[in-house]
């Protein structure tokens, strides 16, 4: 399932795929495969998601 809240957040925050993977570390790849719903991101990097998109869990990884 696509993660609309995420790829929303991040334009929110006019950040790009590779701006926020370089924020996370990890590649700019993950980051699409993680919108594109084709990665299930281990919890380590849903919190540095959502810590460099000022977003909580809830927000961005929950329904």
């Known amino acids: 399932m696509k993660n609309?809240?995420?790829?929303?957040?991040?334009a929110g925050k006019d950040m790009s795929q590779e701006d926020l993977a370089a924020?996370?570390?990890?590649s700019r790849q993950t980051i699409s495969a993680?919108?594109?719903?084709d990665?299930?991101?281990?919890?380590n990097?849903?919190?540095?998601?959502c810590k460099a998109l000022d977003k909580?869990?809830?927000e961005?990884?929950?329904?």
Not at 23 to 26: F, R, S
Not at 34 to 37: D, N, Q, Y
């Open 39 to 43: 990665y299930n991101p281990t919890i």
């Open 4 to 10: 609309l809240k995420l790829k929303a957040a991040r």
């Open 45 to 49: 990097l849903c919190i540095a998601i």
């Open 34 to 37: 993680v919108e594109k719903g």
């Open 60 to 63: 961005l990884f929950w329904e």
């Open 23 to 26: 924020k996370c570390g990890v």
């Open 56 to 58: 909580t869990l809830d």
